[in-house]
């Protein structure tokens, strides 16, 4: 069973930057592909990043390329998200999501947690942290 943990999220300004953080445990966080989504009020679920397990690639949603970063460090078990230039629309509650992909391979995984955390169709996810930006 694997256990998210979200943490950094503030209220901040248009033009400030906030770093988020999701640490797991309960399985071996290395073989789970990872996202970070968010969800506003009166707004539909979005995925706003994705890292994948093996070869650590990353897609993005349009609206937050060259503004935020998502990294993992398996060797602690997170997962971040470095977020730049925040603009009000980026307020909303950001959740990590994971699943477990040990038989895929790191091709294979390329884009998985992305089209399930679409569909609503993951694992695991954290208890949300709130990024209000003003």
């Known amino acids: 069973h694997v256990q998210l943990v979200e943490s950094g999220g503030d209220s901040v300004q248009a033009g400030g930057s906030l770093k988020l953080s999701c640490t797991g445990s309960?399985?071996?966080?290395?073989?789970?592909?990872m996202a970070w989504y968010r969800q506003a009020p009166n707004k539909e679920r979005e995925v706003v990043a994705e890292i994948n397990k093996g070869d650590d690639s990353t897609t993005y949603t349009e609206s937050v390329k060259g503004r935020f970063t998502i990294s993992r460090d398996n060797t602690k078990n997170a997962v971040y998200l470095q977020m730049t230039a925040l603009k009000p629309g980026d307020t909303a509650v950001y959740y990590c999501?994971?699943?477990?992909?040990?038989?895929?391979?790191?091709?294979?995984?390329?884009?998985?947690?992305?089209?399930?955390?679409?569909?609503?169709?993951?694992?695991?996810w954290g208890q949300g942290t709130q990024v209000t930006v003003s």
């Open positions: 999501a994971a699943d477990r992909l040990k038989q895929m391979t790191a091709s294979a995984a390329r884009g998985v947690m992305w089209g399930r955390v679409r569909r609503g169709d993951f694992g695991y």
């Open positions: 309960g399985y071996i966080f290395s073989s789970c592909g």
